[in-house]
């Protein structure tokens, strides 16, 4: 089975930047939805970034908190999704995890993408630590 691999977390200070990157095993990695999630330690995973698949083009999604300082992209030629991190903030301390899967109606992709019960294919989580 296909697999999501997360890299580039580490330890950085308040206001630095980080770019992560989550290549997918499969070959039809240009038909997936993806997608960022994170989670903090105590507390739910959350929706961070998203990227649509090639039939819907360029279309992305950001969580407000991250909007303007994060930047979600895609190469759909490496298999590969990244996310770069500017600015970086002590409560973004998370195991930030990638996903992916076919969401389906792309009428409806604004409305599915950052629920995290659309996808149902994980990586393992790369650590990002955000000292102050």
């Known amino acids: 089975q296909a697999q999501l691999v997360e890299s580039g977390g580490g330890l950085v200070q308040a206001g630095d930047s980080l770019r992560l990157a989550c290549v997918d095993s499969?070959?039809?990695?240009?038909?997936?939805?993806m997608a960022w999630f994170r989670q903090a330690p105590g507390k739910e995973r959350e929706f961070v970034a998203a990227?649509?698949?090639?039939?819907?083009?360029?279309?992305?999604k950001y969580a407000d908190s991250v909007k303007g300082r994060f930047t979600v992209s895609r190469d759909n030629t490496k298999n590969t999704m990244y996310l770069n991190m500017n600015n970086l903030k002590p409560e973004e301390t998370a195991v930030y995890y990638c996903?992916?899967?076919?969401?389906?109606?792309?009428?409806?992709?604004?409305?599915?993408?950052?629920?995290?019960?659309?996808?149902?294919?994980w990586g393992q989580g790369t650590q990002v630590t955000v000292s102050s």
């Open positions: 996903a992916a899967d076919r969401l389906g109606n792309p009428a409806r992709w604004e409305e599915f993408a950052g629920d995290q019960r659309s996808y149902h294919r």
């Open positions: 499969g070959d039809s990695f240009s038909r997936y939805d």
């Open positions: 990227t649509a698949n090639v039939r819907i083009g360029s279309g992305t």
